[in-house]
């Protein structure tokens, strides 16, 4: 196998950092769902006295902590995607750039 030609080094290393770049998008979606589902705390007197004697209130809350803990650890996770793809991006220039992958033959 030849090694790729500078010009598809360069693509592949855009292509990775603008994937970064998606995933981040992502994670300031997620981040503004979670700051919504935080916001949406509703008290008894919203779902009447029936609704809350039943347990809609108390219902309600435990879905709507779990959407915004749900939505936390998915901003936190995407985000570690988008960081990944930019480490791996920036650890194969570097190497590239310090011949690593010529001399091993491993691209």
Not at 2 to 13: H, I, R, W, Y
Not at 35 to 51: P, T, Y
Not at 52 to 60: F, H, I, K, M, N
Request: hydrophobic share 40%.
């Amino acid at each position: 196998m030849n090694p790729p030609t500078a010009g598809q080094l360069k693509a592949a290393l855009d292509a990775l950092r603008n994937d970064a770049e998606k995933w981040d998008e992502c994670v300031g979606t997620i981040r503004g769902a979670e700051g919504a589902a935080g916001g949406f705390q509703i008290d008894a007197f919203s779902f009447s006295f029936l609704g809350d004697s039943l347990g809609v209130t108390e219902a309600y809350e435990e879905l709507r902590a779990k959407m915004a803990e749900l939505l936390k650890s998915g901003g936190e996770v995407t985000s570690g995607v988008a960081e990944a793809l930019r480490e791996v991006a920036n650890t194969y220039e570097a190497e590239e750039e310090r011949g690593v992958h010529r001399m091993k033959q491993v691209w």
